[in-house]
């Protein structure tokens, strides 16, 4: 019987932060394919009932090795035989499983699957690209640069600095830096950094703002959260994941106190964002704020937890937005591949290869 797939792990920074999101889907969902993607990018269907700790050392026992073939009717395969999926659920954060690498598989694998597509995934992914994005679209951000060699002059806009990785999760290889010497040199020595900084200005004064919004039956906001920032300044890791065993973040202002032009403004903004960036199933949207004026920040596909503890207004329960996510998965057709006007024309016309060397 056909029935969804929930893919967790990944070769990923997230990882571990991946699998504690996953087996929350598989535990609410109950009849689901339970499918651990490994750090070594292995695939193994595995028991549903499994906890955290069964993990620690990588593909727990009696595990059984897939297969994963990027061909129509196939997939994940198991001795032979494809999964018989309706949709997969994806629960990976960063790295190929939310960049759009596992969407653009799936795509070709003929699956169905939650979250945005493959061009929406990789742009959420992409600091620069979705930043550039949005201030396209006419909406706030704030100044961002690329540093790809570690040479680049001073930008026009002073320090202090905020540096993040290009690609990558919202959390891990953030760096403040008070003089652009520093952000040089963070450039060169981290390796969160080697696919490219991205370097904006540290608004001193500023806070967070966070809130998820999902896409089926209907477009709809959860509440708005104020997280506390670490005392170097941002919003770390380890507040986000950690300290409730990667649950919520340790302090946090739910709902946040605003005003309503404010409040307001995140409703219309979060909107905006969802249409631009291509959003579909749970989103998370993250906003700075100073002195009332919100600027859009970044924005988190597949976020941990799938952002289920900001559903307290309106109250939604972790199996109804799970359920939702899958309905809204298993709706639409899969993506079909145009192969029009590849009809042989310029193949009989092209003579050989050897006179288009010459």
């Not at 960049?99 to 070709?108: A, F, K, P």
């Not at 770390?236 to 340790?250: F, P, R």
Request: with cysteine; glycine share 10%.
């Amino acid at each position: 019987m056909s029935k969804p797939a929930v893919i967790f792990g990944g070769p990923s920074d997230e990882h571990d932060i991946s699998i504690l999101t996953g087996l929350q889907v598989i535990h609410a969902l109950g009849e689901v394919h339970s499918v651990f993607w490994s750090k070594s990018g292995d695939w193994f269907l595995v028991d549903p009932d499994l906890e955290a700790a069964d993990f620690v050392e990588g593909p727990p026992g009696r595990s059984r090795e897939l297969s994963f073939m990027a061909v129509p009717g196939q997939g994940l395969v198991l001795k032979k035989k494809p999964l018989d999926i309706s949709a997969v659920v994806i629960a990976c954060h960063g790295g190929p499983g939310e960049d759009g690498t596992l969407q653009g598989l799936l795509d070709l694998a003929g699956l169905r699957y939650t979250g945005p597509g493959q061009a929406a995934s990789a742009l959420g992914m992409d600091k620069l690209a979705f930043g550039s994005a949005m201030a396209a679209a006419g909406l706030p951000t704030v100044p961002r640069i690329l540093v790809a060699t570690g040479e680049e002059e001073a930008p026009e806009f002073e320090g202090p600095y905020i540096s993040k990785p290009r690609f990558g999760g919202s959390s891990i290889g953030i760096e403040i830096a008070d003089d652009w010497d520093t952000v040089l040199a963070l450039k060169k020595s981290s390796s969160f950094f080697d696919q490219g900084a991205v370097v904006e200005p540290f608004l001193v004064g500023s806070r967070d703002l966070q809130v998820a919004v999902r896409t089926y039956p209907d477009w709809e906001m959860s509440a708005v959260e104020a997280p506390l920032r670490a005392a170097e300044g941002i919003y770390s890791y380890d507040q986000k994941y950690l300290a409730w065993g990667g649950e919520v973040s340790e302090g946090r202002e739910l709902p946040a106190t605003m005003t309503d032009r404010v409040a307001a403004e995140v409703v219309s903004l979060s909107q905006r964002i969802t249409d631009v960036a291509g959003l579909r199933g749970i989103a998370r949207i993250d906003f700075l704020e100073m002195d009332g004026e919100l600027v859009v920040n970044e924005v988190n596909t597949i976020p941990g937890s799938m952002a289920t503890y900001l559903w307290i207004d309106p109250p939604l329960k972790r199996e109804q937005l799970f359920r939702d996510m899958v309905a809204e998965a298993e709706g639409p057709p899969v993506r079909v591949f145009s192969v029009a006007g590849s009809d042989g024309t310029a193949l009989r016309s092209a003579g050989t290869i050897a006179s288009k060397l010459d």
